[in-house]
């Protein structure tokens, strides 16, 4: 198969046809949504299709066959019939007060108007917009399709500014009642957006629409599914790492198929290097501002549990974290649980590029540092590819060290129990590595394992008073986690212990397992360990036995390192 250009930025049908371009058909799911019912909405995050679909579908009604040569469509729609189509678009520039948006209305009204020659009898738009679908009917005796593309992009943009946003969000509404008063004259209409608001705000005139964000039948209804990378975008895969591809950019998720972000996608085959090019179009800086100012534990991000019906509202003056944070793409259903009449959901992250991209820019606001975690982060890489502890240890205190001691004063986040686990969490899962959390909580405790080259890393945070407790790497032996992962290499136990008076490490325990290996002459596996002990001051040594095949370290100052041989059964105790 010849590879074909890739439609990026290119929103409309016909410039993609007319082009040659990679074009993945969703003409299956129109032909089912339009068959379904009139009225819709959709909710999909940010430069994932939304737009194409559209322009799809106003083709579609508008009857222009030969952009379906070769189509599903193609056969099975009837082209004999052409509907007028009312386009709107919010996309384009900001709207940042009530005059700009009725600017863009009166402009988007007065070109179909000229187009289709019928002059304005009214001077607000409500009353035009309601005009206009009547004698549009009456002009071509078949009734109007409408599609508005970004409904609620003028409210988003003023988001930070309440008062602004709700003027703006009353326009809107008023605007759109016009498609529920205007039913005998309407064949189908479609809203799309990032947010859904609720029934009792921009939708309180407008309560005949389907909600299909979560209907699974069109969970791929934008996107690239699995197949579609394998076969559409066939040609382009040689020379990339397939499994990388689908742990970087698949996995979001609306009860149906998973689906791929086609803007990374698209940019990751055309730069080929992965990177997070749909996150770094557009960071989400009142997101994060978000989650600091609502002292947001940021390990609880790995999973959460919420109903569908808090998921799919969205207010401007009561803004629920996880739905902002599922509607904007940040976090997608991992799997459903039918309740006696309702719906929860279990969201995650949905994927590699999410995950370390959301959680970089968390930790640069966490620590009030903009480009130190970054040089940190690259310095992690570095130690955990040499297995050394030591110098994690001494990262890991630095990094702590560095936050500025007026951040703590001038921040509230740094003044509860999660600040300190929350900012170690997101050092780590900024690395982007294998990461799994055993257990989670907002009172400072993360059991976290870290599995990169053939290693695991298994780390317990505490946040202690200013003496160490020792309680981290007990924790970490007694509940044997590093039982599961012994057969695949080498593992770490690292216990962390963080006192918030003096604000770092106070504690940094390891306990090495090296690769098991059966004694020789007989089966079964050697019952010795390796423990590195970093030791906290004042404290002595506790207990432990020299290595026969070492020389004793001798007294204990600071963060010296010994090394010691135990059996399993003495890890216990």
């Known amino acids: 198969m010849a590879r074909k250009q890739l439609p990026i930025g290119i929103q409309t049908l016909a410039k993609i046809r007319a082009k040659d371009c990679y074009y993945v058909d969703k003409t299956p799911i129109a032909l089912r949504l339009i068959a379904q019912g009139s009225y819709f909405f959709l909710s999909r995050p940010r430069r994932f299709g939304k737009s194409l679909f559209l322009d799809t579908l106003k083709e579609l009604f508008e009857g222009n066959r030969a952009l379906f040569e070769g189509l599903h469509a193609e056969q099975h729609w009837d082209w004999s019939v052409k509907y007028p189509v009312l386009r709107f678009s919010f996309g384009g520039g900001l709207l940042g007060s009530v005059e700009d948006l009725r600017a863009s209305l009166d402009e988007q009204l007065g070109t179909f108007e000229a187009r289709h020659e019928l002059p304005a009898e009214y001077p607000d738009a409500r009353s035009r917009f309601k005009r206009l679908i009547l004698r549009l009917a009456e002009q071509t005796g078949q009734r109007v399709v409408v599609l508005i593309d970004e409904y609620d992009k003028p409210v988003l943009d003023r988001i930070e500014d309440q008062d602004v946003a709700l003027q703006l969000r009353e326009v809107l509404k008023d605007f759109y009642s016009v498609i529920k008063d205007s039913d005998a004259h309407i064949r189908f209409a479609l809203l799309t957006g990032v947010s859904k608001f609720s029934k009792v705000s921009i939708f309180s005139g407008l309560n005949n629409l389907q909600d299909i964000t979560l209907d699974p039948r069109y969970s791929a209804i934008c996107g690239y599914a699995e197949h579609d990378i394998d076969t559409v975008f066939a040609p382009e895969l040689p020379g990339l790492d397939r499994d990388e591809i689908r742990r970087w950019y698949n996995g979001y998720n609306w009860r149906g198929e998973s689906v791929y972000n086609p803007f990374d996608v698209l940019l990751l085959f055309s730069h080929r290097e992965f990177r997070p090019y749909w996150f770094e179009s557009g960071t989400p800086t009142f997101l994060v501002k978000l ?46 649980e039918q309740l006696p009449g309702r719906i929860g959901l279990h969201l995650r992250y949905p994927n590699l590029e999410v995950k370390t991209s959301l959680n970089t820019s968390l930790l640069a606001v966490l620590c009030g540092d903009q480009d130190g975690p970054a040089r940190s982060v690259l310095q992690m890489y570095r130690l955990l590819q040499a297995g050394d502890l030591a110098g994690i240890h001494q990262l890991l205190h630095s990094f702590f060290a560095s936050i500025p001691h007026d951040w703590y004063r001038g921040n509230p986040i740094a003044q ?16 982007g590595l294998d990461m799994v959390l055993e257990d989670a ?10 599995r990169w ?15 160490p407790e020792g309680r981290a790497i007990e924790q970490l032996q007694q509940k044997n986690y590093a039982d599961k992962y012994r057969a695949s290499g080498p593992v770490h136990l690292v216990g962390v212990e963080f006192s918030r008076e003096s604000r770092n490490i106070v504690a940094f325990d390891t306990l090495t397992f090296p690769t098991p290996s059966p004694p020789e002459g ?17 404290s002595p040594p506790r207990g432990e036995r020299e290595c026969a095949a070492r020389p004793a370290a001798g007294r204990w100052r600071g963060a010296r390192h010994r090394t010691a041989c135990i059996s399993p059964a003495e890890l216990l105790f």
């Open 453 to 467: 080259l053939g290693q695991t890393w298994l780390f317990e945070f505490k946040v202690v008073e200013l003496v």
């Open 441 to 450: 909580t907002n009172q400072g405790r993360i059991d976290m394992a870290l």
């Open 522 to 538: 007989g089966e079964g596996v050697r019952p010795v360990a390796c423990v590195q002990i970093i030791q906290r001051p004042p």
């Open 416 to 431: 509860y129990e999660g600040y300190w686990a929350s900012v170690f969490y997101s050092y780590f899962a900024a690395l």
């Open 291 to 336: 989650l600091t100012r609502r002292r947001q534990f940021t390990p609880a991000l790995e999973s959460v549990f919420e109903f569908s019906s808090l998921l799919s509202s969205f207010e401007v003056d009561n803004i629920s974290t996880e739905a902002l944070l599922f509607q904007s793409g940040y976090l997608t259903v991992d799997r459903a």
